[in-house]
């Protein structure tokens, strides 16, 4: 396999406030340790160090934990948003929030709207645009980290629909429960072909987390 082979993993997840505030720090840990973990499966599928990315949307909570640990291991950030950023920093609303939002796009090496034909392709009504960015999301990733508290979608473009449209895709999920537990990793049914890159990932990281069945609330709305 070339070294040249980069590894792309994307992150889904609740926002803050369906977030218990006494399971953030755990939340952090649980996704520093699973970008270190993805990089060290990367690095035996290639034989080299290989070249990380990670696709964030960069909402309040879980996205921004997981594009602030890839910065801090020297990471690239690929940032799909639902809408234009002017009109996205309205999701935000106080100006701590709306700071770290500018940090991370400047830190981005690629900033990417969701485009209108996308947005019309997949409807949902007003969650269209948020159904659009999780496709954005999983389209080029192997792995995706999902921040889930294990309920069923409640509509387009949610965590668990995002989780449920990758594993269909043939990508692989690594479950960290919102409400505790321990990281669980979700391969896709059949797994990729054996030798493949994303075969290796699977094999490297199961060495480390909990393989679980795809949970039926795991599931497009």
Not at 80 to 94: H, K, M, Q, T, V
Not at 99 to 128: C, F, K, M, N, T
Request: hydrophobic share 45%; aromatic share 6%; glycine share 10%.
């Amino acid at each position: 396999m070339s070294s040249q082979r980069a590894l792309v993993v994307a992150v889904t997840g609740h926002r803050l406030n369906q977030l218990q505030e006494a399971e953030r720090p755990r939340i952090k840990r649980e996704i520093e340790h699973a970008l270190e973990e993805a990089e060290k499966a990367a690095r035996l599928a290639t034989g080299s160090l290989a070249r990380c990315v990670l696709y964030s949307a960069i909402a309040e909570g879980a996205d921004r934990y997981a594009a602030d640990a890839a910065l801090a291991r020297g990471w690239r950030l690929i940032t799909p948003l639902p809408f234009s950023i002017e009109r996205y920093a309205e999701d935000f609303a106080d100006a701590e929030s709306k700071e770290h939002y500018q940090r991370l796009l400047w830190a981005s090496r690629r900033v990417a709207p969701a485009p209108d034909d996308l947005i019309a392709q997949v409807g949902g009504g007003g969650a269209a645009p948020y159904a659009a960015v999780g496709r954005m999301l999983i389209e080029k990733a192997d792995l995706l980290l999902c921040i889930w508290n294990g309920l069923p979608p409640k509509g387009p473009g949610g965590t668990s629909e995002v989780a449920a449209l990758m594993l269909e895709k043939g990508g692989l999920v690594l479950w960290i429960p919102a409400g505790g537990g321990a990281t669980k990793l979700v391969g896709p049914a059949p797994l990729p072909r054996a030798g493949t890159f994303r075969r290796k990932i699977h094999e490297a990281l199961a060495e480390t987390f909990v393989r679980a069945a795809r949970p039926a609330e795991m599931r497009v709305a």
